[in-house]
């Protein structure tokens, strides 16, 4: 049995992080399945999250937001066969993937837009305009 060193700044949640939320391809019911990075972050009047779809036909990508949670899926395709036994690695992603977020602020959904470049899916959501407080007098009834 070996000793684990301890430490003050231990975070026990840490490579459960690490592994659980990374880029890692698992395999799940006989196929390889990943779960794509995500960078968020917000503007002064959106909520902006950029992940790197590489090798993804943005066709096959479906993206939804429903009670300010965003919802990316999508799948690619194995290229070529090769007998498993020929393989020294195999990391190369393959499957389906899913990914949510919780969004930082309110957003306005029905005019988010996605756009795909040289691998990189951006996704931009406005921030939904917040209306000014409104004053209500109250009437005594005699």
Do not use: C
């Not at 799940?28 to 995500?38: D, E, I, K, L, S």
């Not at 950029?50 to 066709?59: C, F, I, M, N, R």
């Not at 756009?115 to 005594?140: D, H």
């Amino acid at each position: 049995m070996s000793l684990i060193r301890w430490s003050p700044f231990f975070d026990p949640f840490e490579d459960l992080e690490k592994h659980a939320f990374s880029d890692v391809p698992m395999v799940r019911g006989g196929a390889q399945t990943f779960v794509p990075a995500m960078d968020v972050y917000e503007t002064k009047d959106a909520v902006m999250v950029e992940s790197p779809l590489a090798g993804v036909d943005p066709e096959r990508v479906g993206i939804s937001i429903e009670n300010n949670v965003l919802t990316v899926r999508g799948e690619t395709e194995k290229q070529q066969e090769v007998e498993e036994k020929d393989y020294y690695r195999k990391e190369v992603r393959y499957g389906s993937f899913f990914r949510q977020v919780a969004l930082p602020a309110p957003v306005d959904g029905d005019k988010a837009e996605a756009n795909f470049e040289k691998g990189m899916l951006v996704i931009r959501i406005p921030k939904r305009t917040e209306s000014a407080a409104k004053t209500i007098k109250v009437t005594v009834k005699k």
